[in-house]
């Protein structure tokens, strides 16, 4: 009965790996998002997409490529990846127009780079 | 675009103490002001909202005003427990619009036993 779930948990690796992770939510949401949370828990919205399109990109490095090939599904890629990238990283789900705006966010990912 | 300041960064209060944690916004098209609680080492989750159409909401022992003329707005936790220990997160959006969500930098709330 997850509602969005995030895989991997974890993960570990070499700076200059290319590394994807995945994420899926059941609600019926039209929108979804991905975050990432630093050190000092500042929470900073990377993408927003609706629908399957990309409506928001805030200044992140194209070495980040957000992929949605459903509504239901918003992977995130990212190539050479560097010591700054480590963080931990949460997708999102909500239906945009409702009245009740929440989001739901996934377990999060912990990205580790060495 | 918005930009939303949340103070403090970090809180302390004895148990049974009440907490307040405050938060401006910037962008007068925002309407709708949620708050989220993120437990050490979980995703954060909704705890309260309010829209602009109304100045106060309470919830048990959790309560938010809104002062929309002066672009501020603010949790208060009254009669707090050691499970109140958390980062709080305020946030601001359209209402419409909440892929526009914008959060504040986050409040490490710590209740002394």
């Known amino acids: 009965d997850t509602a969005v779930s995030q895989t991997p948990k974890y993960l570990v690796t070499q700076m200059g790996n290319d590394k994807s992770i995945k994420c899926e939510q059941n609600?019926?949401?039209?929108?979804m998002y991905w975050y990432k949370q630093d050190s000092k828990k500042f929470l900073k919205i990377m993408f927003s997409?609706?629908?399957?399109?990309?409506?928001i990109n805030e200044t992140v490095p194209n070495r980040f490529s957000p992929k949605s090939p459903d509504k239901a599904h918003l992977n995130l890629h990212i190539n050479s990846l560097e010591l700054g990238d480590s963080a931990v990283y949460f997708c999102?789900?909500?239906?945009?127009?409702?009245?009740?705006?929440?989001?739901?966010f996934g377990p999060g990912t912990r990205l580790t780079v060495l | 675009g918005e930009n939303v300041e949340q103070h403090p960064s970090t809180l302390s209060v004895q148990e049974g103490d009440s907490a307040v944690i405050k938060c401006t916004y910037s962008?007068?098209?925002?309407?709708?002001f949620p708050w989220y609680k993120q437990e050490l080492g979980k995703r954060p989750q909704l705890i309260i909202d309010?829209?602009?159409?109304?100045g106060e909401k309470k919830d048990q022992r959790i309560a938010v005003t809104l002062n929309k003329t002066a672009k501020h707005f603010s949790l208060h936790i009254t009669e707090t427990q050691p499970e109140d220990s958390a980062v709080y997160f305020c946030?601001?959006?359209?209402?419409?619009?909440?892929?526009?969500?914008?959060f504040g930098s986050g409040t490490r709330l710590s209740i002394r036993p």
């Open positions: 997409y609706n629908n399957k399109e990309l409506i």
């Open positions: 962008d007068s098209a925002s309407n709708y």
């Open positions: 309010i829209r602009s159409n109304v």
């Open positions: 999102a789900s909500s239906q945009e127009g409702l009245a009740d705006n929440e989001q739901f």
């Open positions: 946030a601001a959006s359209p209402y419409s619009s909440a892929s526009k969500i914008i």
């Open positions: 609600l019926g949401h039209d929108t």
